[in-house]
């Protein structure tokens, strides 16, 4: 027992998080979204604006840390009407709501004065754009008819990326990707995502989607790519506000923008590679 308790300890030091809590709250979380998508789809649209809320207090928090202003209130308000109006008014909603959300925004922050303006409109904006607009791509997978087939296989392919880089990275990572950012991130880290993410893709649009096998392995690509990038981002962005995790809510992850780095990023190009696919072939 002690052996087990040493191997996990040296993995936890290793990876820089906690295993065997990390692994039961993405079981967790993929239960969830099972749930919601197999009862009602509504409920999943509902999942995604409460993480998109809670997302919204930790970039708060951290902004505020460095003593950048942004109206919580005002952003949770956006973020809900965002929300909404993806869901009733698909691609196009999520576009006009936004653009109208921008302003209303901005304007708001003229009752703070000039004082800062500048740095807390660039905040706003990119606190906008980067939780409920791409977070609002998400909801746009769930909300046609084939809805449960598209997240499950963007949870797939997600899941594939983020586990097997872990595992491969802690197991045989030697070459970091990106030292500046994400010092434990290594290449044999990604190499272990493209693999598994490849093999992952392609059994989702086979066996989930009904789809040509290649699409899956095209896209497999794709997503490792970009969910790679939303982690150096959402790590960069950390490095910069000088914190190690955006928040504690979520055990052997951090915060709720630790966990959806990854998502917030790939699921608007999984939406956009499914809508290509239904366009041209």
Partial sequence: MSDIHAINEAINKRAGRKLLPSIAVSLSLIALIWFALSYHREIFAGVVALAVLLGIREIVRAFSARGIYLSRNALVLASLALSYATWNGGVAGLAVATAIAIPVLLIQLLTKGPEGFVASATATTFALLYLPFLGGFLTLLARTSTGFERVMTFVVLVSCNDTFGYIVGVLFGKHPLAP??????????????????????????????????????????????????????????????????????LPGHGGMLDRLDSVLISAPALWLALELVKAWL
């Fill in 180 to 249: 500046k950012i994400s010092p434990k991130k290594s290449w044999e880290g990604l190499i272990g995502s493209l693999i598994f993410t490849v093999i992952g893709g392609l059994l989702a649009f086979k066996y989930i989607m009904g789809m040509q096998w290649w699409i899956g392995v095209v896209v497999g690509l794709m997503i490792v790519f970009t969910a790679t990038c939303g982690d150096l981002i959402e790590s960069a962005m950390k490095r910069d506000l000088e914190l190690k995790d955006m928040g504690s809510l």
